[in-house]
């Protein structure tokens, strides 16, 4: 086992062992290894850096390396695509702990020999990994224990080269393994640049749901760092209501592009709530909810549930209307009294026909104070015609209410 501070600047001998380089940095290749190889190290003979692949030398360790023929080719060293330097790209910069979940910096990087190649097996996260950097082998403190961060649970490694997309590629999976908000508080503490990194290797759901849990501000400047068609994928998997939002905190231009890269379904029910004012029911509401005619029976409204290809993310209701098509209310239901009645009744035999509602030019605090005031988890809302145009959720009432320190809690409340 090596740390890659104990190689860099250590002498690189020829096979008479006389010194002839040194060791500048340490080189691996990014794949679909979960313990990346050393595929050479970048060595330095009188101030020109060259490669030397790892199958050039032997005796890799603390006193160096040793070449196995006595020819250097001086040819100046250029990274290729997937590419990793250890010292450069990886020391004191920050990765992702999946584990432990949480965002952490390197302070070294811990190899090992598997016999077919020397390996990262971790980053050294401790105060001791950075002191190995200062002190001379041997000095105090050099042998006290280290917290290694085992190299399988790096969802994401923050560098400042081309070559990050390689490793983001590697890192979807392990990332996908957190929840969307704890990606979001992890990619907050991130540089801009990072945190939309972060985002842009989750597939388009994930993604998607990643950035809800985000203020509308930082949504917006993710967005607009990605390519446009990437951007407009999300944004049709974000709620309309999200969509919306994020949208108008855009400049106008940028925002007019992109939605006109979406999918006409998804730009229609974005360009719906877009006609109301941002402080009224209208502006607050999305338009994701389930109606079912009320001649349907319960059971049927059941299997009509597993069997859709799309449902909202937070099902609280289900919304009766006077027929199949019709946007008509008649009553609601919630979802545990759908479960719990009788498959056999129909839903106009179930359902509440009394019930609270807001227009669509209600002020939106008023309509959040009523979800509060009535323990309400969504608000329909109905326009002139006695149609459902859409719903307020009881996490969009509660960024109203709340203070600005407590909204950045509601994730975990109500997530």
Known sequence: MLYVSQLINRPIYDPRKEKIA?????????????????????ARYRRRDFFMASREFKDLGLSGATITKP?????????????????KDVLDNQLIDVDGKRVV?????????TGDAWRVSGADVSLQGFVRRLMPQGFFGSDRAVEVLDWADVGYLATDTATVTVQLKSSKDKLSRLHPVEIAQLAETLSPIHRTEVVE????????????????????????????????????EMSPDEAVD?????????????????????????AELMAFD?????????????????????????????????????????????????????????LRSLILAD???????????????????????EVAQTIADYNLLALPVIDDDGDLAGIVTVDDAMEILLPKNLQRRLPRLFG
């Open 22 to 42: 040194v060791i500048k940095d340490v080189v691996v290749r990014y794949g679909s290894e979960e313990y990346p190889p050393v595929v050479g190290i970048v």
């Open 71 to 87: 020819v250097l080719d001086l040819t100046p060293f250029t990274r290729r695509d997937g590419e990793v330097l250890l010292g």
């Open 105 to 113: 910096r390197v302070n070294d990087v811990q190899l090992i020999d």
């Open 201 to 236: 290797s989750l597939d388009d759901e994930f993604a998607a749901d990643t950035l809800e849990e985000m203020s509308t501000e930082a949504q917006a400047r993710i967005l607009e760092e990605m390519d446009e068609e990437r951007a407009a994928d999300i944004l049709e």
């Open 246 to 270: 994020v949208l108008e905190e855009m400049d106008d231009q940028k925002s007019e592009q992109l939605f006109a890269l979406m999918e006409d379904d998804e730009k229609a029910d974005v």
């Open 278 to 334: 941002k402080d009224t029911a209208g502006g607050l509401m999305t338009t994701e909810f389930v109606t079912f005619p009320r001649s349907m029976t319960v059971g049927e409204a059941i299997r009509s549930l597993r069997e859709m290809a799309e449902t909202p993310n937070m099902i609280y209701y289900m919304y009766v209307v006077e027929e199949a098509g019709s946007w008509k209310i008649s009553g609601l239901i919630s």
């Open 343 to 365: 498959p056999t009744k129909k839903l106009e035999d179930v359902m509440r026909s009394e019930f609270r509602f807001a227009h669509p030019s209600e002020s939106a605090e």
